[in-house]
């Protein structure tokens, strides 16, 4: 099948804002890059980056039930607040919004029903691309995950073409850890058809379901640890919880917030609520030995002399999680993505500058080692 014909030119500096609400819901996530070359000769540079949080009622809705009426509202509500984080972005690097050649918006996602699932699988991201592309006068490409599903794949994870065109190594393997909603583990080196990526199970998402719940929705997260260093293990509940069927499946596999999200937090939190902070004592170490397990069992025999693994994402910010999960697989070295010259709360958003920057050229950004997709695909839809 031919690509489509590139509508920019890959030898040229290419502007691109990436947006982002990644499946905590916390906030919108935008950076502007300068992507040059394309493929094997990608290079990219972060111009800045912002963060805007949601408005709290705004979270609550988007974790709610939804039906036809509440998501088609969602989906145009969303796009102004992706909006306004990509206009921040620009002001912050001085650059107009004539200099950019488009935005990559991965939207939130609403739902996420990879192959295996049903017979259908599926996915919805919201975030209406139109609104953004009034509002800030760019171009937009959107839903970037439909077309590898489309393609036999789970349109997850994403990020490995980001790990592997600016972080990895010529020497040896690197692991890349990202701690979001969903934990998600990548491995790269030169070739980019010999990655290994995968969704380890839960990131955040259960400890900030749990947090909110301890605190009656005074805090949405386990701030600093200070809610999980107060609890002890509950045993009987961390077995349970490492049961879940998810964590033997062996990759490609994708995750969300049907099977770590509201429903197994209000079961956990239904049976153990006069134990709060043991409760979240359990949950930090569900996401530790989780991604230590996937490790384990799926990269330790094939890669076993990496070089280490660098970790971003909203959990490298608990001091508690990160402290159990360098014990946990002590002697390889954990690092924050920092250590590489890259501010980690950037790198998500950054991602979809890059694959709208790939989309503008025709170069396909999927990675099927990692989705399972049937052949590489151009990822992305066009909102001019």
Sequence with gaps: MRLHPPLADPRQPRLCVGLLSGTSVDAVEAALCEVTGTGDNVRLRLLSHVSVPFPRELVARVLGPQDAGTLSTLNFELAEHFAAAAKQALEKAGVSPEQVAAIGSHGQTMAHVPPGANAHPSTLQIGEPAVIAERTGIPVISDFRTRDVAAGGHGAPLVPYLDWAVFRSREAPRALLNIGGIGNISVVGPRLEDTLAFDTGPGNMVLDGLARRVTQGRLACDLD???SR???????????????????????????????????????WARHTGRPYDVMATALEFTVESIARAYETWLLPRFPGLEGMYASGGGTRNPALMERLRARLAPLPVQTLEALGFPEGAKEAALFALLAAEHLVGTPANVPSATGARRRVVLGKLTP
């Excluded at 998810?246 to 197994?264: D, I, Q, T, W, Y």
């Design 225 to 227: 640890g200070t809610l």
């Design 230 to 268: 107060r609890g002890l293990v509950i045993p009987e509940l961390l077995a349970e919880l490492l049961a879940h069927p998810f964590l033997a499946l062996p990759p490609p596999k994708s995750a969300g917030r049907e099977g770590f999200g509201e429903v197994l937090v209000d079961g956990v």
